[in-house]
């Protein structure tokens, strides 16, 4: 680790290569937590690179824990994290929606490292258990249209570097790698990022794939659709710049989305909305979440139709009901 460091402390990157290797090696037990912490920090100070950030990829795939639900079309939502917004968990609760509406959903998500509560604090404060069966799985896609992957259940290094991620308490470029590792391989996606550059990057490397994505960013800092102001759009086809107005209808208020101060208050939050319970801006803000994962699926006519549907897995119940068949013994 000493040779890496001193490689990048002289400002210069790593290969996709050497990258995997550092992974690989994290993963292995290799280096001490100091120096895991001195290698991580390295990315807070400088932007990460393509081929570093492909290279991490590689390497975080090729050791996941395979999953196979193969018989199932399934989409994620996902955000990078690390906006410091503290909103709450609205990629989550997006997912029960799409899921509402018949759409399969392969969730993966983690325990916050920069932020109160990520979509695994509060799918274990909901009583959902965390598995790697793939039975379960697929009985859960069945059931009710969604499952849940605990990142670092299917990634070892990711397990090996969270006490570290939560002792920094800062985004990290392992923020950057979680929406692309998704062990399902899910044919949808619906990434937000916290800044255009990473939007560049996920871009770049999301073209790569067969996966069709929609990439969104808040332009005043979030990594979803806030509705707090104009939103950054790019799929395979373009980008374009949206007005809350455009995507839900209205504008909400940084404070109308606040996420609570512990793993507990965020549950709260999610099941009041999740039935039906939540204020208009808290509605908004997931159903216009939602209507864009679906749109990028392409098997909708238009965004209003997505819009509408997603109105109605929220309003009706589905989208409730499916948290039910999931996390209730059958």
């Excluded at 410091?84 to 899921?99: D, E, H, Q, R």
């Excluded at 965004?303 to 589905?318: I, M, P, R, T, W």
Aim: aromatic share 8%; charged share 20%.
């Amino acid at each position: 680790m000493k040779k890496i460091l001193n490689h990048l402390f002289e400002h210069k990157a790593l290969s996709r290569q050497q990258a995997a290797e550092v992974l690989m090696h994290i993963s292995q037990g290799r280096y001490s937590e100091a120096e895991i912490a001195a290698f991580i920090t390295v990315y807070l100070m400088r932007s990460i690179t393509i081929d570093e950030l492909q290279g991490f990829k590689d390497a975080l795939m090729q050791l996941a824990l395979p999953v196979d639900v193969s018989s199932h079309d399934v989409m994620d939502i996902v955000g990078t994290g690390g906006d410091g917004k503290n909103t709450f968990n609205i990629s989550t609760l997006s997912c029960f929606i799409v899921a509402g509406t018949g759409n399969k959903v392969a969730k993966h998500g983690n325990y916050g490292a920069s932020s109160i509560s990520g979509s695994s604090n509060v799918m274990e404060e909901l009583g959902y258990r965390f598995t790697t069966d793939n039975d379960t799985l697929n009985r859960q896609l069945e059931a009710a249209n969604i499952c849940f992957l605990h990142a670092p259940l299917f990634h070892p290094a990711l397990k090996v570097v969270s006490g570290i991620r939560k002792s920094l308490g800062v985004r990290t470029f392992f923020n950057m790698l979680g929406p692309m590792v998704n062990p399902a391989s899910p044919a949808y996606q619906l990434v937000g990022v916290y800044n255009l550059e990473m939007a560049r990057l996920y871009n770049y490397m999301l073209q790569e794939g067969d996966t069709a994505f929609t990439i969104i960013h808040a332009l005043d800092g979030y990594d979803e659709i806030s509705l707090t102001g104009d939103t950054k759009i790019i799929t395979n086809k373009g980008e374009q710049v949206l007005s809350a107005e455009a995507i839900g209808k209205r504008t909400v208020r940084p404070a109308d989305i606040y996420g609570g101060s512990s793993a507990e208050e965020a549950a709260a939050i999610f099941l009041k909305i999740i039935k039906g319970e939540g204020t208009w801006a808290q509605n908004a803000v997931v159903i216009a979440n939602a209507a864009m994962a679906l749109q990028c699926t392409g098997k909708f006519a238009d965004y209003e139709n997505c819009y509408q549907l997603a109105v109605d897995s929220l309003e009706s119940g589905k989208a409730y009901q499916c948290l039910k068949n999931l996390t209730e013994p059958a």
